[in-house]
């Protein structure tokens, strides 16, 4: 037991790779992870995308992702670190390009977390320069240039941050704009120090300045940090207003539902004719929760026909219900069989692991009272418009419900990838989200990406005044 003891031990401290990963006690830009390990990690990546994704050649083939994972073998034939294997993950998994098969950079926040500070911070790319968004506690001046974080350059970052920043069918723009919101993350990832040096342009004077970074955990729920939570508001302006929806996922759906019912009445007894609904940093959510807000814009009655591509798996949506909600589905499934959708979910269900299938989804829009907006109507979309938004901009373009202005958003007039499942790679215990549904819409087969009516982007100027340029262009049009 010693000699082996010993063996183990000398092997251990000559090797200056990990061959696995413990995330409380593993630097992801600093410490190396083994060849062996990360070669083992690929392929086992490959095999979960080959077991679980629905529609893995939709908008890239066989040999070109064959040729994308060769490319990624290839690169780990040396030693990485938890930073650089991710950016090799996320090349192999853009070639796919479904926005909800990924690898999210800021789960790398999660090793050595005890010992890591972060400065939040959003940051906006126009033509050439970086400008600050948003920051932490008005760490640095609204508006001005960012040059550098701790010596690192965003000019010489963007690149990476495109390579973490998810993409779906050719919404390149859209990805573009992903990337400077990432941005600011792979700075902060890079520079975990108590301190930071951040050099700036602020009024024609470039500024060096020492600033103060608080624990990462005192960050991860503001707003800075994660945008802002779900939440819905109402803004009155004589006969126009403005709903903003920040995100389709709230704490509680039933919740959520009543606010749009309270929102609409007060729509009508304003009597608003002109309704801006603003969508902008949505991120998605309940595909459900954006067909009842689509409920308030159409007839009562109206159909909305998509057809959903399922792949059957130990890790497709009917895997991930609680016993509960298994044993509803089948109660349900079984009264209904063989008329509706659900029957051919039910037909699904109890086919062999493998199947893949398309089941066509045709609810009918309706909401509690029934009630329907009839007036004009204006959407507010950006890069940051995913899943569910963009879907909902999908429906509003092709309904021609109204003009859209802003920037085009991540999906296309299709539909999207949608219900990802989350799994652990063995080695490096990375967290990659899989698809396990694909959603086609019956109005619009093409895969364009969905284009604003008006293109609206900031000003540095606007930017630095706080100035919402689709308001301006709402209340004045």
Not at 15 to 40: D, H, W
Request: proline share 4%; net charge positive; glycine share 4%.
């Amino acid at each position: 037991m010693f000699l082996c003891l010993s063996i183990l031990l000398t092997h251990g401290f000559a090797q200056s790779c990990k061959s696995f990963v413990f995330r409380y006690n593993t630097n992801p830009t600093q410490e190396k992870i083994c060849s062996g390990a990360l070669i083992e990690d690929l392929k086992e990546l490959k095999e979960r995308l080959l077991e679980i994704h629905p529609d893995l050649y939709r908008y890239t083939s066989s040999r070109s992702l064959d040729s994308a994972f060769i490319s990624a073998i290839e690169r780990c034939s040396t030693e990485r670190t938890l930073l650089e294997f991710s950016q090799i993950l996320n090349d192999y998994l853009l070639e796919i390009r479904d926005s909800h098969t990924f690898f999210n950079v800021r789960e790398l926040l999660s090793y050595d977390r005890y010992s890591r500070h972060y400065l939040p911070f959003w940051i906006t790319q126009m033509n050439e320069k970086f400008l600050i968004a948003k920051a932490w506690k008005s760490s640095f001046p609204i508006g001005c240039e960012l040059l550098a974080f701790n010596h690192l350059e965003p000019q010489k970052t963007i690149k990476t941050a495109l390579g973490f920043s998810p993409i779906e069918a050719y919404t390149s723009f859209a990805q573009e704009e992903l990337s400077s919101y990432v941005l600011s993350g792979i700075l902060n990832l890079q520079s975990p120090m108590k301190t930071a040096m951040v050099t700036y342009v602020y009024n024609g004077d470039t500024i060096i300045k020492e600033v103060k970074s608080p624990r990462l955990r005192k960050v991860l729920n503001s707003p800075e940090f994660l945008g802002d939570n779900a939440q819905i508001t109402y803004q009155h302006y004589n006969k126009k207003a403005v709903l903003s929806i920040t995100s389709f996922s709230p704490t509680s759906i039933g919740s959520f539902k009543k606010r749009l019912d309270d929102i609409f009445k007060k729509i009508k007894a304003d009597s608003i004719e002109s309704l801006a609904i603003d969508l902008r940093n949505n991120t998605g959510g309940y595909i459900l929760l954006q067909e009842y807000l689509m409920s308030f814009l159409t007839p009562e009655g109206t159909k909305y026909s998509n057809h959903y591509v399922y792949k059957r798996s130990d890790y497709d949506r009917f895997e991930q219900l609680s016993r509960v909600q298994k044993w509803r589905f089948r109660k349900t499934a079984k009264r209904y069989y063989p008329n509706g959708a659900i029957a051919q979910e039910w037909d699904f269900y109890n086919s062999p692991k493998g199947t893949i299938d398309t089941v066509l989804n045709e609810p009918i829009l309706s909401n509690r009272y029934k009630q329907e907006f009839r007036g004009k109507c204006t959407l507010f979309i950006n890069g940051m418009s995913m899943s569910a938004s963009a879907n909902f901009a999908a429906w509003f373009a092709t309904s021609n419900r109204g003009s859209i202005a802003g920037t085009p958003a991540t999906g296309t007039y299709t539909g999207t990838f949608a219900n990802p499942v989350t799994i652990y790679l063995n080695n490096t215990a990375l967290p990659i989200m899989i698809s396990t549904m694909k959603v086609n819409s019956q109005q619009d087969p093409s895969n364009k990406p969905i284009l604003p009516t008006v293109l609206l982007t900031p000003t540095a100027v606007d930017i630095q005044e706080g100035k919402d340029i689709h308001l301006t262009y709402f209340l004045s049009h």
